[in-house]
């Protein structure tokens, strides 16, 4: 493999990543709103949830939700039916990642959450699937395609939901009216640096 290989495939997977990105902004539609008010309009927190890299993207949405003015947790599917389900009360939101939307972890939270009565928004890329049939909202995010040889290592997949979650918390900033004064307020330590 030649050094121009190796750029050529960084730029590739680069580009394909930005065409997920497009699709999925030109399929936002009624949905996307929904979800938005739904989580402007909650009583309580927004539990945040996802398993292994969806995982990770989602424990990162729920930091994105918190410190821009809406509480939120990250819940660990496997930890959640060991008894971290406790962390869900009524009135909660259940936004749950999952590509295929069958994994079982984060089905069984969503089971749960609808069990009490909770809303639960969905991040998958399949609107049939199990974790489908409990969302009061799916924001179906098709990915046609991962980019990596075998075409089933995380990577369309898990930007197209980090981006989705960004739109979601972007959304709600302007919805709260949350201004630089506001970000500042939770963030007592670092660096703050005003961009405009």
Do not use: W
């Amino acid at each position: 493999m030649t050094p121009q290989d190796i750029l050529n495939i960084g730029r590739k997977t680069l580009h394909n990543e930005a065409e997920t990105l497009l699709q999925i902004e030109n399929s936002l539609d009624d949905r996307f709103i929904e979800a938005v008010d739904l989580i402007y309009e909650c009583s309580g927190k927004v539990v945040v949830t996802g398993m292994g890299k969806s995982g990770i993207i989602a424990h990162k949405i729920a930091a994105m939700l918190t410190s821009t003015g809406t509480p939120a947790i990250f819940l660990h599917p496997a930890e959640a039916l060991h008894g971290d389900l406790g962390i869900i009360s009524k009135g909660d939101i259940l936004l749950a990642l999952s590509h295929s939307g069958q994994t079982e972890e984060v089905c069984r939270v969503a089971d749960y959450a609808s069990s009490i009565g909770n809303s639960i928004v969905a991040l998958t890329s399949h609107s049939d699937s199990r974790l489908a049939t409990y969302a009061n909202i799916i924001l179906c995010s098709e990915v046609k395609r991962e980019d990596c040889l075998l075409n089933i290592v995380p990577t369309a997949s898990t930007t197209a939901h980090l981006a989705l979650g960004d739109a979601i918390a972007t959304a709600l900033m302007f919805k709260r009216n949350f201004h630089l004064e506001d970000f500042r307020r939770l963030h007592p330590e670092g660096t703050i640096v005003d961009h405009d």
